[in-house]
């Protein structure tokens, strides 16, 4: 049995504890589509962080001039309910010798993200990630981000966020 079979099963196993009937017709193909969209959704066990680090630009004129990418959006998977938490990561930092490319910023947010996560954790990896392979000395990064197991389970609490803060600072 292939790995999409033991997914499979698995939901069938889920569907048929909570009380529903597998030859529904609405139900038909959801163990294959929730088999397929869990495997997207987890993705980022499967990125190679060094290969979307790799890829620096010398800073060619040195400055303390603060580099800020705001706003790059995520979802994930609190690891405690397996529920979606979402919402938005800043990054700040001071380049030393190098920069990155752009784009890698978002990559490397989807790498860690696409994981089953705590968002405290989350923050670490993104911000200790960055320090590693640029060096900086000053590295920022702040996640603002809705937990659907605070909001539609347990205490129900809709409008409430949390937010998290890395800071490395020399």
Same mark, same amino acid.
């Given at each position: 049995?292939?790995?999409?079979?033991n997914?499979?099963?698995?939901? !069938?196993?889920i569907? *048929?504890e909570?009380?529903?009937?597998l030859?529904?017709?609405g139900?038909?193909?959801?163990? !294959?589509?929730?088999?397929?969209?869990l495997?997207?959704?987890?993705?980022?066990?499967?990125?190679d962080i060094e *290969?979307?680090?790799? *890829?620096?630009f010398?800073l060619?004129?040195?400055?303390s001039d603060?580099?800020?990418?705001k706003?790059?959006?995520?979802f994930?998977? #609190?690891?405690h309910?397996?529920?979606p938490f979402?919402?938005?990561?800043d990054?700040?930092?001071?380049? !030393?010798?190098e920069?990155?490319?752009?784009s890698?910023?978002?990559r490397?947010v989807?790498?860690?993200s696409k994981?089953?996560?705590?968002?405290e954790k989350?923050t670490k990896?993104?911000?200790?990630?960055?320090?590693?392979?640029l060096k #900086?000395?000053?590295?920022k990064?702040?996640? !603002?981000a809705?937990?659907?197991c605070?909001?539609m389970?347990?205490?129900?609490?809709s409008?409430?966020? %949390?937010? %998290?803060e890395f800071?490395?600072?020399?």
């Open positions: 049995m292939d790995r999409n079979e997914l499979e099963n698995a939901v !069938k196993i569907l *048929k909570v009380g529903e009937d030859n529904r017709y139900l038909i193909d959801t163990p !294959k589509r929730v088999s397929k969209s495997r997207e959704i987890l993705s980022g066990y499967n990125e *290969k979307i680090m790799e *890829k620096r010398p060619e004129n040195k400055t603060i580099v800020k990418i706003n790059i959006e995520f994930s998977l #609190c690891e309910h397996l529920l979402f919402g938005h990561v990054i700040e930092y001071i380049p !030393k010798n920069i990155l490319g752009l890698k910023f978002g490397l989807d790498a860690f994981r089953l996560q705590v968002q989350l990896q993104i911000g200790e990630t960055i320090v590693k392979y #900086c000395d000053y590295v990064v702040n996640i !603002k809705t937990h659907m605070m909001s389970r347990g205490i129900s609490k409008s409430s966020f %949390t937010e %998290t800071l490395h600072k020399i």
